[in-house]
């Protein structure tokens, strides 16, 4: 085994640009995982390679329980680790909620919800095309319209989140999600959305209904089952989770089959190809910027490409993103192809023991978006030139902050 050299490189290489993964990024895979300082917190490796990136989510010599109460590496001056969040916790404590919650998000359950979440979807669509006909025809924000409301709409309704109390919940993962926002704003708009979700829980304890957080609260595994801290945090996890990372996905993934304008014909015109265009706008979409890790720490000496010994104690994240454009893995990986042969799995959603609580919910939504856009607008097209397409500067995600667009 070999230490790699002692060289550290100031981290972002470059900024995010729309959804290019640039050349920067897909050089250092030629090179194993390497030492990067981020704006904020201790120096840490990045991998970048497929291969690497799986390892770090899947290997269990990398953990994430050391972090809590350390300084992290980071982009901005958000607060250390919750270790009350599913995300920061190992087996056996992890291994305990995943187990008691798997029923509640199995794909059964999730697809069961598929009528209710295309309603929702059509009632969304329904309200676009009458605005954009008030307002004389012209184009309506698909941000706005659609990608924010559908999974707001979704995620808080499989709570049992009444619709009146909708735009608070967005009021408090807006402010909680602010990179730019104080950490006493963030810390108020926790403490509300607990103290909110805690009145959640009680309600179904008392009065259970046939929603996810009804299957939650009932969870059980023998005479374990969850406690209100721990349904506290599962539901903040999805508002938080489901939410956010699923209007990104949304917005980018339509920005990037419309701006590449021959993908989506080529839908149009084959039906079929959906659910293989589904998994690889999941792989092709950099859903994260740069440098927004999600860190875990070295147990003990982990070896990874090229020789590459990342030391005990040292903490180490993946560049999924980046990971997804792997051309040893992906050929013409920085191409949108919708007839890979037996792709690899793409690692958006993470892999290993933390692949995402919500994945099943995610994909049915995404999914459900094809299906409508296709078969309702088979000449929707961007409304503005792609280089006219604002991106935010405000998430950790990136999104389009409007999308307009017209059919």
């Known amino acids: 085994m070999t230490v790699a050299t002692e060289s550290v490189l100031a981290y972002p290489l470059v900024d995010d640009d729309e959804l290019v993964v640039s050349d920067a ?15 904020y917190g201790p120096a840490c490796w990045v991998a970048t390679g497929y291969e690497d990136c799986r390892m770090v989510h899947a290997d269990r010599r990398f953990v994430k329980e050391l972090g809590v109460g350390l300084a992290i590496p980071r982009n901005h001056p958000i607060s250390p680790l919750d270790p009350s969040m599913l995300a920061n916790m190992d087996p056996p404590r992890h291994t305990r909620i995943r187990k008691l919650t798997t029923a509640a998000f199995a794909r059964p359950r999730i697809r069961g919800m598929k009528e209710w979440v295309e309603s929702i979807a059509d009632e969304l669509l329904d309200a676009m095309v009458h605005a954009a006909t008030q307002e004389g025809g012209g184009p309506a924000d698909f941000i706005s319209a659609f990608a ?30 602010d990179p730019t926002g104080t950490a006493e704003t963030r810390d108020a708009a926790s403490a509300k959305l607990c103290e909110y979700i805690l009145h959640l829980v009680a309600v179904r304890r008392s009065q259970p209904t046939d929603d996810v957080l009804s299957d939650l609260v009932s969870a059980r595994d023998d005479d374990d089952r969850l406690t ?78 090229h020789g590459v010994v990342i ?30 042969v037996d792709p690899a799995p793409h690692l958006t959603l993470g892999w290993g023991p933390h692949h995402c609580v919500g994945a099943n919910l995610a994909h049915m939504e995404i999914e459900i978006t094809f299906e409508k856009l296709l078969e309702r607008f088979p000449n929707l097209a961007l409304a503005v030139p792609a280089e006219d397409v604002a991106w935010t500067k405000r998430r950790l995600l990136r999104c389009p902050e409007a999308l307009p667009l017209t059919w």
């Open 25 to 39: 990024y897909l050089e250092l895979q030629a090179r194993g995982p390497v030492r990067v300082q981020l704006p």
């Open 148 to 177: 924010t409301p559908l999974p707001n709409l979704v995620v808080t309704g499989i709570l049992g989140v009444p619709r009146e109390d909708v735009p608070t919940f967005r009021a408090y993962i807006d402010a909680m999600l």
């Open 228 to 305: 209100e801290d721990e349904l506290v945090m599962l539901c903040q996890s999805l508002f938080l989770g489901g939410f956010e990372t699923t209007v990104a996905q949304l917005g980018s993934t339509f920005y990037a089959l419309l701006k590449q304008r021959d993908r989506y014909a080529e839908l149009v015109e084959d039906r079929e190809l959906i659910p293989a265009a589904l998994e690889e706008t999941w792989r092709w979409v950099p859903t994260t910027k740069y440098g927004n890790p999600m860190p875990r720490w070295a147990a003990e000496d982990v070896e990874l490409s």
């Open 311 to 340: 030391p005990q104690g040292d903490i180490i994240f993946g560049e999924r993103a980046v990971a997804n454009r792997d051309e040893t893995v992906f050929p013409h990986a920085q191409e949108i192809d919708f007839h890979r």
